[in-house]
């Protein structure tokens, strides 16, 4: 089955600084990949995926990368705001005929102002 | 439009108890699943329905069993409950199958003692 890998698992960064968060996946069959956000005691809640047939996707201060033959796709946040900090998830599709989602560990963002 | 629903909110148990959480949507989705969140574990898939009258296994179905009721309703009941089943657990839904963005529940969490 799919195995996603998330690094760092901290990450802390002045305010208005960038943040990366980068992930790899292990299955090629995979075509899906969402970024979701949760806050302390809240649902995952997506704030952009990024599919196979596309290298990059941009959202205002977020932006998405996908590398398929590397297979690792990351996550880039300019302008960090306080209402930035949370746990960040990477995800991908299980691929191969199976359904779901595959989880990468999260990365727990600390923007310091 | 509520999107996703979930009860309860919070329930305790004691090993050995049963009990059944209950999932709905209100988005014509097809598609729905239950995840378990554990600390440092990201979320991992337990069971999904890829539409109504089926059920597959995720990652880690033991222990669990499921039920897709109608294409509203998708529960998730724990026989015979044991701490290692401690965790917050999240139902989502999609479209269908594939590329379409996940949408995921206010999630429950569930202590065995």
């Known amino acids: 089955g799919e195995n996603v890998e998330q690094h760092p698992s901290t990450l802390s960064v002045q305010e208005g600084d960038s943040a990366v968060i980068k992930c790899t996946y292990s299955?090629?069959?995979?075509?899906?990949f969402p970024w979701y956000k949760q806050e302390l005691g809240k649902r995952p809640q997506l704030i952009i995926d990024?599919?196979?047939?596309?290298g990059e996707k941009k959202d205002q201060r977020i932006a998405v990368t996908l590398n398929k033959t590397a297979k690792h796709f990351s996550l880039h946040i300019t302008e960090t705001q306080p209402e930035d900090s949370a746990v960040y998830f990477c995800?991908?599709?299980?691929?191969?005929?199976?359904?779901?989602?595959?989880f990468g560990k999260g990365t727990h963002l600390i923007i310091q102002p | 439009n509520a999107g996703v629903t979930q009860t309860p909110k919070f329930q305790v148990l004691k090993t050995g108890q049963s009990m059944t959480l209950q999932c709905a949507q209100d988005?014509?989705?097809?598609?729905m699943y239950w995840y378990r969140q554990d600390p440092g574990m990201g979320l991992r898939l337990i069971y999904y329905?890829?539409?109504?009258?089926?059920?597959d296994k995720g990652e880690v179905p033991n222990g669990y069993n499921v039920s897709r009721l109608n294409k509203r309703e998708f529960s998730l009941r724990l026989e015979s409950a044991a701490p290692s089943q401690t965790s917050v657990y999240f139902c989502?839904?999609?479209?269908?199958?594939?590329?379409?963005?996940?949408?995921f529940g206010p999630g429950t969490r569930l202590t065995v003692l």
């Open positions: 988005m014509n989705h097809n598609s």
């Open positions: 329905s890829a539409s109504e009258g089926t059920t």
């Open positions: 990024i599919r196979s047939n596309v």
């Open positions: 299955d090629s069959a995979s075509n899906y």
């Open positions: 989502a839904s999609r479209v269908t199958q594939g590329t379409d963005t996940q949408y």
């Open positions: 995800a991908a599709d299980s691929g191969g005929g199976a359904d779901g989602l595959t």
